[in-house]
């Protein structure tokens, strides 16, 4: 017992490390001037703030989300913040039309794309699964299968420009958890599906980047709103996590975790020590403010 844990614990050590301080270096803004890019759920959050590090980088935006009064407005901030061009298409993902919509506009407007950024959801609840079948078939149809019709449309001119495909998940697609039964289950489709293609370009020498962006709690309105009185945990800023996302897809990462420790933990605990990390995880929630 000895001599395995004199082995174990500086292999723990380096594979903390890496999980800890694998964040993107050698990234230059220049990277990202004059690239043509699509930015999916763009109105708020960690979107909009992802379209205007873009603008200030001086890309190409095409931004999409439902509210056609806020995208008009961030458009109008990311000119002003200096983007090359900005334009915006709103509608529904629930619309399954609207993917070939989105895409279409970028090959009718640039000729191409570089960098394809997926990260709209659909409207879910925080609380106890309460057995709606059709919420959950819903729910895939917005943050799984919309993703995939994105990005078969898109592929071509991708595949042209050698380009790159970012997809915003999420921990509860890594590990399992409470209160979030169906988007927990989309975020694990969305890490089979790309991880699968990621192997599938590789074989086929298809030179197009896949990175799957590990979120944790992020400050966005919408998360606060929903789950502040539940988690126990500190969210994260939007603004960083915003081009933390956008680093990693310019790098051509596998993985983005962030924020880098607690995420780094959760998915290496959920490899070496899964129960303990399902206790961890039961530990971080206020259950009696959890109004069923």
């Known amino acids: 017992m000895g001599l395995l844990l004199k082995v174990f614990i500086p292999?723990?050590?380096?594979?903390m490390a890496f999980y800890f301080y694998s964040a993107p270096e050698n990234f230059n803004e220049e990277m990202l001037r004059g690239k043509r890019v699509?930015?999916?759920?763009?109105?708020?959050?960690?979107?909009e703030q992802m379209a205007y590090h873009l603008a200030r980088m001086e890309a190409h935006l095409l931004l999409t989300a439902r509210t056609e009064a806020k995208l008009q407005k961030v458009v109008e901030r990311c000119l002003e913040l200096g983007a090359a061009s900005a334009r915006y298409v709103s509608g529904s993902m629930e619309d399954t039309t609207f993917p070939d919509v989105v895409v279409k506009e970028a090959e009718n407007t640039w000729g191409g794309l570089d960098m394809l950024i997926l990260n709209h959801i659909?409207?879910?609840?925080?609380?106890?699964?309460?057995?709606?079948?059709g919420h959950v078939r819903k729910l895939l149809e917005i943050?799984?299968?919309?993703?995939?019709?994105?990005?078969?449309?898109?592929?071509?001119?991708?595949?042209?420009s050698e380009g790159s495909i970012v997809v915003v998940s999420?921990?509860?697609?890594?590990?399992?958890?409470?209160?979030?039964?169906?988007?927990?289950a989309t975020k694990f489709a969305l890490d089979g599906f790309y991880s699968s293609l990621r192997h599938e370009f590789i074989l086929d020498k298809v030179n197009v980047s896949i990175t799957l962006c590990i979120l944790g709690y992020i400050d966005t309105e919408n998360a606060v709103r929903a789950v502040s009185h539940v988690i126990k945990d500190t969210p994260a800023p939007k603004?960083?996590?915003?081009?933390?996302?956008?680093?990693?897809?310019?790098?051509?990462?596998?993985?983005?975790?962030?924020?880098?420790?607690?995420?780094?933990?959760?998915?290496?605990?959920?490899?070496?020590a899964p129960d303990?990390?399902?206790?961890?995880?039961?530990?971080?929630?206020?259950?009696?403010?959890?109004?069923?």
């Open 11 to 15: 292999l723990l050590g380096l594979a």
């Open 38 to 47: 699509i930015v999916t759920g763009a109105s708020s959050g960690i979107g």
């Open 122 to 133: 659909g409207q879910s609840y925080f609380n106890f699964f309460n057995g709606d079948v």
């Open 143 to 160: 943050n799984f299968l919309s993703y995939v019709a994105m990005t078969v449309a898109a592929l071509p001119m991708l595949k042209e």
């Open 170 to 184: 999420s921990i509860a697609g890594k590990a399992g958890n409470p209160f979030v039964v169906p988007y927990s």
């Open 239 to 272: 603004e960083e996590c915003a081009l933390e996302i956008i680093r990693s897809g310019a790098l051509r990462q596998r993985e983005l975790h962030y924020p880098p420790r607690s995420v780094g933990w959760l998915v290496l605990l959920r490899a070496i």
């Open 276 to 292: 303990f990390l399902d206790s961890l995880i039961r530990s971080g929630y206020h259950v009696e403010n959890v109004r069923r």
